[in-house]
């Protein structure tokens, strides 16, 4: 039995196979009916604790409002993350953001930590690092390389100050996620020099762009609404796109839908009618023939083939 989260609290559903008709599970931890403790914006806890309950396969599920680390010491596993297949080794450091969709197949024995960030303090951890890119949009793994021992330590220590009651602890752990933080930086910062620069106020309005389409996509589709929330015109706001994403902004919101759409047709059994409706399309032909555009399938023949991936 698994639980989503709804404005109402928890509500259980039962778990089939990548056909459910449920929608894609949220949950704050995986298998328990428990909400996130408030007072606890960090939570950090051996791999092997709950992958084993649960026979070391952990099925598709996605949290609101927290990001997740998952550092890997011993044995090794597989993940889906959306649309990408990922091997993770001894010494990997896996991070997912907050929305997407997450499954893990674990080589029995295997372990680590795994440590869950909520987003108040993310959001904290942005404005310290300048929104750093790694905190939101897809997955990324990292090699720890020389490093191990250093990120060993702060997860370490963070998993016995969470199972803790010190005083001081919150602002313990903080500081630890935050020198974590400050690793991953620099690590991605290595594979993309601009992350490591102040950002611009181009920057700082797409970064509002993208907030706000994360938030919004399945209900507005236009550029026009966005640019307006931002604060600049539809022109700007595509000169400022294909700028720094080599986008326009209708091509980033088309991009998202389109991702959603493959979350959906990949982890649950709705018909690209109830996709098309979930996703603010008034026509489920327009929906399909959008699909089709952008994938170069039709939903159905997307669908099949990830099942015989």
Not at 224 to 239: F, I, M, Q, R, S
Not at 275 to 292: E, T, V
Request: hydrophobic share 35%; charged share 25%; proline share 4%.
């Amino acid at each position: 039995m698994l639980y989503y989260c709804t404005k109402h609290g928890f509500t259980k559903i039962k778990m089939t196979n990548s056909h459910s008709h449920q929608p894609i599970p949220i949950t704050d931890f995986y298998g328990e009916s428990t909400a996130w403790p408030l007072e606890d914006m960090v939570h950090c806890e051996q791999l092997s604790l709950r992958s084993a309950l649960y026979d070391w396969q952990i099925k598709p599920h996605r949290h609101r409002d927290l990001m997740q680390m998952f550092f890997v010491l011993e044995g090794q596993g597989s993940a889906q993350v959306d649309n990408r297949s990922l091997l993770i080794s001894p010494g990997d450091l896996l991070v997912i953001p907050e929305q997407c969709v997450h499954t893990f197949r674990w080589e029995s024995g295997s372990n680590g930590y795994v440590l869950a960030v909520a987003r108040p303090l993310l959001k904290k951890l942005e404005k310290v690092l300048d929104d750093p890119s790694w905190t939101h949009g897809t997955a990324t793994s990292f090699s720890t390389g020389a490093d191990r021992n250093y990120l060993n330590d702060l997860f370490s220590s963070l998993n016995e100050e969470c199972a803790g009651k010190e005083i001081y602890r919150h602002l313990l752990m903080e500081n630890r996620v935050l020198s974590l933080g400050i690793w991953i930086t620099r690590q991605h910062a290595l594979m993309n020099e601009a992350d490591a620069q102040p950002k611009s106020r181009s920057e700082q309005r797409l970064k509002r762009f993208i907030d706000l389409l994360e938030s919004h996509f399945d209900q507005e589709h236009s550029v026009d609404w966005y640019a307006d929330k931002v604060g600049v015109t539809a022109a700007h706001l595509n000169e400022i796109c294909k700028k720094l994403r080599q986008q326009t902004a209708l091509s980033l919101i088309h991009q998202r839908l389109l991702t959603e759409a493959q979350r959906n047709l990949i982890f649950t059994g709705k018909s690209a009618a109830d996709i098309s409706h979930l996703l603010g399309f008034s026509d489920p032909a327009y929906f399909s023939r959008f699909f089709k555009r952008l994938c170069g399938v039709t939903p159905k023949q997307f669908r099949q083939s990830k099942m015989q991936d």
